[in-house]
């Protein structure tokens, strides 16, 4: 039973049991037929409220219709009330289920939405929209549980205790701003819609100042505002016409929304013309945007589209001559698409209530793609349970402006700004040897795997910097003259916010000796133990890093005990290590073993004086100068002796 059917139903039931309420029943069939939705449920209300509570059916059918036209006129938690009621005086329309799970969806009440819209499943199983709904109820919890980065405020410069909505930005700079609203002073400031029952809108101007903050808003005295409703705009990419939505009157009557143009000369808009999308004046035609491809983009509920209301595009130096193209299933719904915005030449941003959300109109981006598009949810916290559109960029910045009637009691649109603070992910670290001291060139490449490529020279102290980019895989090689290069990678994650990463590098000397730590054998014998194998694979990694170079492996040992023995002992020890890297695959002519048992005690370097104080950097830690010190600081100088070192050969292997 369609809704025509119904409310001539209602209408014969209800003329024929409250006679002397028939003018004013009568009026409201009539009012909510012309889209009158505040006047008519004023008089549905009092009709209600005289209607018996024993006559079901009649009592029922007022609340559905009562239901409706609060819904249509933006009165939320009215309309849930009235939806609840039609159910209670069981009204025949399973639709009263879908609508009062989307009353509580924009109310916010996700768990109780949850279950009016799976008791609607039941016995519509696969109704998209309820579907969609209880997807959005358990979206909703997570997104507001998880925003997003997006900083919000409400622009105060324009709010009022009434609607303000619909920005768009005009100027090279972007330092001036037409919007629409309802505050007092706009020229039918008397009337009041009776769509919405506030005032009509009219457009309002805002300029910066030479120090970019905004001034007051301007009343824009031209024949481009009237008595009647001036709405969503658009203006082209030259700024000479404005684009916008026109809701005129004709004996007190709503005429259709249409789309009407005003042309700029100088600073002072002219009088609007209707642009001609369908020759049919009573078709529908509103929300216009203004496309860089030619196309004017615009919102109707014309026969051929999905359902409620879609987004549609016809070319501009067509308009009247061709139909205009419905922009397809991946962007309408059998909900509502509305206040489309193209933020660059392919970018749409649109609003919904048809596609998974939050509660209300979400805003939505769509990118195309071949045969489509991709769309995708802004999320909290641009969007809420509320209405939330007209979203609008200013140019090549995340930031901009968006409009939502969030946490207003009497549903009004206020104006929000938006942006998306700026983050750093940086890497960081030294360049030294390894003795940790600074190396003069010294120089880090960064190769990514989106193929960026960059060279960053350290400091004098040894430091290095760069910015890099998220969810990246990068390699990263260290070098310096006369020093071996080492490589290291790392993942940076997929994250939006702020961070430093830190890599050093240290570089062995092709001149000195370098000692490998964390060598550990059996005690008096030459086999390693398995906690070695970290130390020599990085010894393996340096030598795949450095494939001309090659090594001699020595092991040292301390004071005790014989010449002879150490000698043995040390030998064995080198060519242990020696075995285990040619196992791992190192060219075996690429490595020398050389044991030098206690002949050739350490050096003590900067770093070995900057930790032990009692050892004087240059000193030698033979026999005689252990003897001098204490037996614990004998035992970490026999420590230090007891070493297994690497030193480079030749930096020229199968390069001749």
Avoid at 551 to 576: F, M, P
Avoid at 607 to 634: C, H, K, M, R, V
Wanted: net charge negative.
């Amino acid at each position: 039973m369609n809704r025509q059917t119904l409310l001539l139903l209602l209408a014969i039931a209800l003329l024929s049991l409250f006679s002397c309420k028939t003018a004013k029943l009568s009026d409201a069939i009539a009012k909510e037929e012309r889209g009158e939705y505040f006047d008519a449920a004023k008089v549905y209300r009092k009709v209600y409220s005289k209607t018996p509570s024993k006559k079901t059916y009649l009592r029922g059918s007022i609340a559905y219709h009562l239901a409706e036209c609060y819904r249509k006129s933006g009165a939320t938690q009215k309309a849930l009330t009235a939806y609840n009621n039609a159910l209670r005086y069981e009204y025949p329309d399973s639709s009263s289920v879908l609508f009062a799970a989307k009353m509580l969806h924009r109310l916010g009440r996700y768990k109780e939405a949850s279950k009016k819209y799976q008791e609607f499943l039941d016995s519509v199983p696969d109704n998209i929209q309820a579907l969609n709904g209880l997807r959005g109820c358990d979206s909703a919890v997570v997104w507001k549980g998880a925003p997003t980065r997006y900083e919000i405020k409400k622009f105060n410069i324009v709010s009022t205790r009434d609607g303000d909505f619909s920005p768009v930005l005009l100027g090279d700079k972007s330092d001036m701003m037409i919007y629409s609203t309802s505050r007092r002073g706009v020229v039918g400031d008397s009337l009041k819609s009776s769509i919405t029952g506030i005032r009509n809108n009219d457009f309002y101007l805002l300029k910066q100042d030479e120090k970019g903050v905004w001034r007051k808003p301007e009343h824009i005295d031209s024949e481009l505002n009237t008595e009647f409703d001036e709405g969503s705009s658009s203006v082209t990419a030259n700024g000479s016409t404005l684009y916008y939505t026109y809701c005129g009157e004709e004996e007190g009557i709503p005429k259709t929304a249409d789309i009407y143009r005003s042309p700029r000369s100088g600073a002072q808009w002219g009088k609007g013309e209707r642009v001609a999308i369908f020759e049919d004046t009573l078709k529908m035609a509103a929300h216009p945007a203004v496309g860089m491809d030619g196309y004017l983009y615009f919102v109707s509920d014309v026969i051929g589209g999905y359902g409620g209301k879609d987004i549609w595009r016809v070319k501009i130096d067509e308009t009247g001559k061709s139909y205009p193209e419905n922009l397809g299933a991946d962007i309408n719904t059998a909900g509502d698409e509305m206040f489309p915005y193209f933020r660059d030449d392919s970018t749409l941003y649109f609003s919904s209530d048809g596609h998974l959300g939050m509660g209300g109109l979400d805003i939505f981006r769509a990118v195309p793609i071949e045969n489509g598009w991709t769309v995708e949810n802004l999320k909290s916290p641009i969007n809420s349970n509320a209405d939330d559109f007209g979203i609008v960029f200013e140019p090549k910045k995340n930031r901009g402006y968006f409009c939502s009637n969030r946490n207003d009691g009497r549903g009004s649109d206020h104006i929000y700004q938006f942006e998306l603070p700026g983050y750093t992910i940086a890497i960081e670290g030294w360049v030294l040897d390894n003795d940790e001291e600074m190396i003069d060139g010294a120089s880090v490449r960064i190769v990514g795997k989106d193929g960026s490529n960059r060279k960053v020279i350290a400091k004098v102290d040894g430091t290095w910097k760069t910015e890099i980019v998220k969810g990246m895989e990068y390699v990263m090689l260290g070098s310096a003259p006369e020093h071996l290069n080492q490589k290291q990678m790392i993942t940076i994650p997929d994250e939006e916010k702020s961070d430093t990463f830190y890599v050093d590098f240290y570089l062995p000397s092709i001149s000195k000796p370098v000692v490998i730590e964390n060598i550990f054998y059996d005690f008096d014998r030459a086999t390693l133990r398995p906690e070695s194998k970290e130390a020599l694979d990085e010894i393996i990694a340096m030598l795949e890093d450095n494939p001309n170079v090659t090594i001699e492996l020595s092991a040292h040992t301390d004071r005790k005990g014989s010449d002879e023995y150490n000698q043995n002992l040390s030998q064995h020890r080198a060519k242990s290590v020696v075995d285990y890297l040619i196992s791992a695959g190192i060219e075996k002519d690429r490595l020398t073993s050389a044991g030098y048992g206690k002949s050739k005690p350490k050096t003590v370097t900067k770093y070995l004086a900057s930790q032990f104080e009692y050892l004087p950097y240059g000193q030698i830690l033979d026999e005689e100068f252990i003897n001098t010190l204490i037996p614990e600081q004998q035992e970490i100088a026999d420590q230090i002796n007891r070493r297994t070192e690497f030193k480079v050969l030749r930096t020229n292997y199968r390069l001749f």
